[in-house]
């Protein structure tokens, strides 16, 4: 009996011992089917804890966007910047204060015109392109900062117009005249050419400086006659009218607000003109002269930074326009050479788009861009 019971002991012993290979391989599996477990839970795990990441920036990203729009809705609570890149005391200052007096009494907050300039209007520009898109920082800017500048000196002016501002509205123009002494030999157009093909370089056309839109209107006129006109660039429109006065140039391309007192009083004789103006019927266009392409004139419209809230946007170029369609206000600026005539910002758009394709294949056409 006692040997029974310790051959049973014995056997039970080494059963419990010994384990077989169909033992060893089910125990393989078993551990694998517990480890593939405990992967797909981490991995479950982690894709909950992802995707609530992902949640969670969403309602953050939500929140802030209904906290900005609820800030715009309730735009303009204070005063607004209204940034001016020329210095203070020319035509486009004198409407830009003029324009920004009425604007206020439209949105009823104080605009607050800021006068920067500096690298043809470019310093003012770049100022408001990095400033905080929420419509309390505009400016009232030209094509010769937004446009040609932009084109000609990148480095300067490294803003892009169709891109890092938002047109708000055009608001007013300003024509380019090509004016001569009131005794000059010329009295029109056709003459001076025809003189200056008789003259090669006799003719010296004064321009506000380099790259500006009289700058293009001389080789404008250049590729449409062929005279050899030679452009004589100051640093402003005054010293180019000081130097037409002192026989210095023969012809000066300027914007007409900074010359109507003279033509007016016959110290100076405009001969041709961009676009037709009221004050001065007389003066034609290239195109009452049968040339194709068109003088550049000057423009000056509004603008924000880019991406403003079109809350502020539904709120600020409805009042714009009715400020700027005031009969107040053009009856101020119009003996300062500037005519309203405002445009939707799609339009300004537009205009600058093409403005800009033109103003880039003279450029290139002459050399002045690689």
Same mark, same amino acid.
């Given at each position: 009996?006692?040997? @029974?019971?310790?051959?049973?002991?014995?056997?039970?012993?080494?059963?419990? @011992? /010994? +384990?077989?290979?169909?033992?060893?391989?089910?125990?393989?599996?078993? #551990?694998?089917?517990?480890?593939?477990?405990?992967?797909? #839970?981490?991995?479950?795990?982690? /894709?909950?804890?992802?995707?609530?990441?992902?949640?969670?920036?969403?309602?953050?990203?939500?929140?802030?966007?209904?906290?900005? #729009?609820?800030?715009?809705?309730?735009?303009?609570?204070? %005063?607004?910047?209204?940034? *001016?890149?020329?210095?203070?005391?020319?035509?486009? $200052?004198? @409407?830009?204060?003029?324009?920004?007096?009425?604007?206020?009494?439209?949105? =009823?907050?104080?605009? !607050?015109?800021?006068?920067?300039?500096?690298?043809?209007?470019?310093?003012?520009?770049?100022?408001?392109? =990095?400033?905080?898109?929420?419509?309390?920082?505009?400016?009232?800017?030209?094509?010769?900062?937004?446009?040609?500048?932009?084109?000609? $000196?990148?480095?300067?002016?490294?803003?892009?117009?169709?891109?890092?501002?938002?047109?708000?509205?055009?608001?007013?123009?300003? &024509?380019?005249?090509?004016?001569? +002494?009131?005794?000059?030999?010329?009295?029109?157009?056709?003459?001076? *050419?025809?003189?200056?093909?008789?003259?090669?370089?006799?003719?010296? *056309?004064?321009?506000?400086?380099?790259?500006?839109?009289?700058?293009?209107?001389?080789?404008?006129?250049? @590729?449409?006659?062929?005279?050899?006109?030679?452009?004589?660039?100051?640093?402003?429109?005054?010293?180019?009218?000081?130097?037409?006065?002192?026989?210095?140039?023969?012809?000066?391309?300027?914007?007409?607000?900074?010359?109507?007192?003279?033509?007016?009083?016959?110290?100076?004789?405009?001969? !041709?003109?961009?676009?037709?103006?009221?004050?001065?019927?007389?003066?034609?266009?290239? #195109?009452?002269?049968?040339?194709?392409?068109?003088?550049?004139? !000057?423009?000056?419209?509004?603008?924000?930074?880019?991406?403003?809230? !079109?809350?502020?946007?539904?709120?600020?170029?409805?009042?714009?326009? /009715?400020?700027?369609?005031? &009969?107040?206000?053009?009856?101020?600026?119009?003996?300062?050479?500037?005519?309203?005539?405002?445009?939707?910002?799609?339009?300004?758009?537009?205009?600058?788009?093409?403005?800009?394709?033109?103003? %880039?294949?003279?450029?290139? =056409?002459?050399?002045?861009?690689?």
């Amino acid at each position: 009996m006692r040997g @029974s019971i310790r051959w049973f002991s014995t056997f039970a012993k080494g059963k419990s @011992s /010994r +384990r077989t290979g169909t033992d060893w391989s089910a125990s393989r599996e078993s #551990a694998t089917r517990m480890l593939a477990a405990g992967s797909w #839970a981490t991995r479950c795990r982690d /894709r909950r804890i992802q995707n609530m990441r992902i949640a969670l920036k969403a309602c953050a990203a939500l929140l802030l966007a209904a906290a900005a #729009a609820l800030h715009a809705q309730d735009y303009p609570k204070g %005063s607004v910047t209204l940034v *001016i890149p020329l210095a203070s005391g020319d035509a486009s $200052d004198t @409407s830009a204060r003029a324009i920004a007096d009425e604007l206020s009494r439209e949105l =009823k907050v104080a605009i !607050v015109p800021v006068n920067r300039p500096g690298a043809g209007g470019a310093l003012g520009t770049e100022l408001v392109v =990095k400033s905080k898109p929420d419509g309390y920082t505009i400016i009232l800017a030209n094509n010769a900062s937004l446009v040609f500048r932009s084109i000609l $000196d990148p480095k300067t002016a490294s803003y892009n117009p169709l891109t890092d501002l938002t047109p708000l509205g055009l608001a007013m123009r300003s &024509p380019s005249i090509l004016a001569v +002494r009131g005794d000059a030999p010329y009295k029109t157009f056709g003459e001076m *050419i025809e003189h200056a093909k008789k003259n090669p370089g006799s003719v010296r *056309i004064g321009t506000a400086g380099a790259g500006s839109v009289g700058d293009f209107c001389v080789l404008t006129l250049n @590729s449409l006659t062929a005279a050899g006109l030679t452009t004589v660039p100051f640093t402003g429109a005054s010293p180019a009218v000081t130097a037409l006065l002192g026989g210095h140039v023969e012809g000066v391309v300027l914007a007409l607000g900074t010359m109507t007192g003279h033509l007016r009083s016959g110290t100076l004789r405009g001969i !041709v003109i961009s676009s037709r103006y009221p004050d001065f019927p007389s003066i034609p266009t290239l #195109a009452e002269l049968g040339y194709s392409d068109p003088f550049f004139g !000057v423009w000056v419209g509004f603008f924000a930074p880019a991406n403003v809230p !079109v809350e502020v946007t539904r709120t600020l170029v409805p009042a714009l326009e /009715r400020a700027i369609k005031s &009969p107040a206000i053009g009856a101020k600026l119009r003996p300062l050479g500037m005519m309203m005539d405002y445009a939707p910002p799609e339009k300004l758009l537009a205009e600058i788009r093409e403005e800009h394709r033109r103003v %880039s294949e003279i450029a290139a =056409k002459s050399g002045l861009i690689k």
